[in-house]
């Protein structure tokens, strides 16, 4: 009796064991499933391969929120344009600025050792490289303003292929010094369904005489070919403000579900087939598909953060009080502050930074 009491015992022992051992299984492999699962998201948060070279932090989402990204495109022939607004804005500001450098292939290399064997070296940035084969087709070929046509004049356009991790970004044109602290502009509210925030072309009475001496249009007239049935169509008078999209502030969750890269690429489109603007009138056609797209659905920038039309004339210009007054100077146009002739080139090249290589000089009267 008792041999057989033994065995009973050790046959439900070894029960138990067998139980044990896969209860044990089941939690290592419930165990190695989360780390997994914990790893797959981390992975995902790494932007797309769009970003060529950069160290990835993974960071949590309310880490990478107290960044303000900022966007500006670096040009391989005037790549000192964005070195001078990216050192501006990095020293009027305390806060922790991300900036994304948009640039070809051919232009990343030297962007990137300009930043770091400078002075510029502490900022916090990603090089984004932008591939122009998505503009096939899109762009109609125009001899008049060729410079208006080159690809990193449509990266507006691409914002969410580009950045993917931030909710707000500030796009700024290469021409442009900042010297305001830039989370004034990152603080810019947008109302409910806007996806982005313009400064119109009228908002300021200070540049009104600047207009009118040169000649310029503030109007969609000086844009868009209201000759054209498909432009009359649209329902938009001509006489209507026009506003400039070299500094704007997005909303990028409703850039994506009013899908606006989709809308904007539809203008392109039509301008191929039936020439709706050119880039012989006021602003090229990479302000036109905007200046339709956003009609009567943006919200005002204040006006003292996007001064332009510096680069308008050699001749005309603003007074030095109102300049410094300005948080932000933009020289759109043909005369641009690194370049000669060019006017008010003091306050762009206090921020000038020069380039390591030697490859970009600025060109002056006696240089």
Same mark, same amino acid.
């Given at each position: 009796?008792?041999?057989?009491?033994?065995?009973?015992?050790?046959?439900?022992?070894?029960?138990?064991?067998?139980?044990?051992?896969?209860?044990?299984?089941?939690?290592?492999?419930? &165990?190695?499933?989360?780390?997994?699962?914990?790893?797959?998201?981390?992975?995902?948060?790494?932007?797309?391969?769009?970003?060529?070279?950069?160290? %990835?932090?993974?960071?949590?989402?309310?880490?990478?929120?107290?960044?303000?990204?900022?966007?500006?495109?670096?040009?391989?022939?005037?790549?000192?344009?964005?070195?001078?607004?990216?050192?501006?804005?990095?020293?009027?500001?305390?806060?922790?600025?991300?900036?994304?450098?948009?640039?070809?292939?051919?232009? %990343?290399?030297?962007?990137?050792?300009?930043?770091?064997?400078? $002075? &510029?070296?502490?900022?916090?940035?990603?090089?984004?490289?932008?591939?122009?084969?998505?503009?096939?087709?899109?762009?109609?070929?125009?001899? #008049?303003?060729?410079?208006?046509?080159?690809? &990193?004049?449509?990266?507006?356009?691409?914002?969410?292929?580009?950045?993917?991790?931030?909710?707000?970004?500030?796009?700024?044109? @290469?021409?442009?010094?900042?010297?305001?602290?830039?989370?004034?502009?990152?603080?810019?509210?947008?109302?409910?369904?806007?996806? +982005? +925030?313009?400064?119109?072309?009228?908002?300021?009475?200070?540049?009104?005489?600047?207009?009118?001496?040169?000649?310029?249009?503030?109007?969609?007239?000086?844009?868009?070919?209201?000759? $054209?049935?498909?432009?009359?169509?649209?329902?938009?008078?001509?006489?209507?403000?026009?506003?400039?999209?070299? %500094?704007?502030?997005?909303? /990028?969750?409703?850039?994506?579900?009013?899908?606006?890269?989709?809308?904007?690429?539809?203008? /392109?489109?039509?301008?191929?087939?039936?020439?709706?603007?050119?880039?012989?009138?006021?602003?090229?056609?990479?302000?036109?598909?905007?200046?339709?797209?956003?009609?009567?659905?943006?919200?005002?920038?204040?006006? &003292?953060?996007?001064?332009?039309?510096?680069?308008?004339?050699?001749? #005309?210009?603003?007074?030095?009080?109102?300049?410094?007054?300005?948080?932000?100077?933009?020289?759109?146009?043909?005369?641009?502050?690194? @370049?000669?002739?060019?006017?008010?080139?003091?306050?762009?090249?206090?921020?000038? %930074?020069?380039?390591?290589?030697?490859?970009?000089?600025l060109v002056r009267p006696h240089s």
């Amino acid at each position: 009796m008792d041999t057989y009491l033994g065995q009973q015992v050790a046959i439900i022992w070894k029960g138990h064991m067998a139980v044990l051992r896969k209860i044990n299984q089941i939690l290592l492999f419930l &165990l190695v499933l989360t780390i997994c699962v914990i790893l797959y998201n981390k992975v995902q948060k790494i932007p797309s391969t769009l970003l060529k070279n950069e160290p %990835v932090d993974l960071e949590s989402p309310e880490e990478m929120e107290e960044d303000i990204p900022v966007v500006i495109c670096a040009a391989a022939g005037r790549m000192g344009a964005a070195i001078a607004a990216i050192s501006s804005i990095y020293s009027n500001s305390d806060s922790n600025i991300l900036f994304y450098i948009v640039g070809l292939k051919n232009s %990343v290399s030297h962007i990137r050792k300009w930043i770091e064997n400078s $002075k &510029l070296k502490d900022i916090k940035f990603k090089i984004v490289e932008f591939n122009p084969m998505v503009l096939k087709g899109k762009i109609r070929p125009d001899a #008049a303003r060729p410079d208006l046509l080159q690809p &990193l004049n449509f990266v507006r356009f691409y914002l969410p292929l580009l950045i993917h991790e931030h909710d707000k970004v500030i796009y700024l044109d @290469d021409d442009v010094i900042v010297q305001g602290d830039i989370q004034e502009l990152y603080d810019t509210n947008l109302a409910p369904g806007h996806a +982005a +925030a313009f400064s119109d072309d009228c908002d300021l009475p200070s540049t009104h005489e600047m207009v009118r001496s040169v000649g310029m249009q503030n109007t969609y007239m000086g844009f868009l070919d209201y000759r $054209k049935q498909t432009i009359r169509d649209l329902g938009i008078s001509p006489s209507t403000c026009s506003f400039n999209p070299g %500094v704007f502030v997005a909303n /990028m969750t409703e850039w994506k579900h009013q899908r606006i890269t989709k809308q904007l690429e539809k203008w /392109m489109q039509k301008n191929v087939e039936e020439n709706l603007y050119s880039s012989t009138l006021a602003g090229g056609v990479a302000t036109s598909p905007m200046l339709i797209v956003f009609h009567g659905k943006y919200s005002p920038i204040t006006p &003292l953060w996007h001064i332009r039309h510096l680069g308008w004339s050699p001749d #005309a210009r603003y007074s030095e009080q109102f300049l410094h007054e300005a948080k932000l100077l933009h020289w759109n146009g043909r005369y641009k502050p690194w @370049d000669y002739p060019s006017i008010h080139t003091d306050f762009w090249e206090k921020w000038f %930074v020069p380039d390591p290589s030697g490859i970009f000089k600025l060109v002056r009267p006696h240089s």
